[in-house]
Nanobody, 111 residues
Framework: LQLVESGGGAVQAGDSLRLTCAASGYAFSDFDIGWFRQAPGKEREFVSAISWSGGSTHYADSVQGRFTVSRDNAKNTLYLHVNSLKPEDTAVYYC?????WGKGTLVTVSS
C-alpha cells in the first residue's frame, strides 16, 4: 500500500483545510486508516482514524469537534477536514494504514 498526502499549507488561526491521502497498491478498503501528526521537536501523535467501512471513527481529544475524517473507497482516498485551526495544530500530517506510512504534508498555522 502506497500513501501520498496532500492539501497542507500555511494558514491563519481559525482557517480550514482539507487534507487528502491518495492510496495505491493493495486494496485500500481492506485497511483501517489513520492520521497522525508530528510537530517540530515533538513525537508523532495520533490524530484520527476510520474503519475500513467508514462506519467507525476516532479522534484525539485535542482535535475532537474540529477535525472530521472520512474516506471514499471507490476513489482509494482518505480525507481529513480540519477546521478552526490553532497554532498548536502546526505539524506534518501523515497518513497510516497498517505498516504503511505516507511522507506527510505540512500544515503551518500562524496566530
Amino acid at each position: 500500500l502506497q500513501l501520498v498526502e496532500s492539501g497542507g499549507g500555511a494558514v491563519q488561526a481559525g482557517d480550514s483545510l482539507r487534507l487528502t491521502c491518495a492510496a495505491s497498491g493493495y486494496a485500500f478498503s481492506d485497511f483501517d486508516i489513520g492520521w497522525f501528526r508530528q510537530a517540530p521537536g515533538k513525537e508523532r501523535e495520533f490524530v484520527s482514524a476510520i474503519s475500513w467501512s467508514g462506519g467507525s471513527t476516532h479522534y484525539a481529544d485535542s482535535v475532537q469537534g474540529r477535525f472530521t475524517v472520512s474516506r471514499d473507497n471507490a476513489k482509494n482516498t482518505l480525507y481529513l477536514h480540519v477546521n478552526s485551526l490553532k497554532p498548536e495544530d502546526t505539524a506534518v500530517y501523515y497518513c497510516n494504514g497498517g505498516d504503511y506510512w505516507g511522507k506527510g504534508t505540512l500544515v503551518t498555522v500562524s496566530s
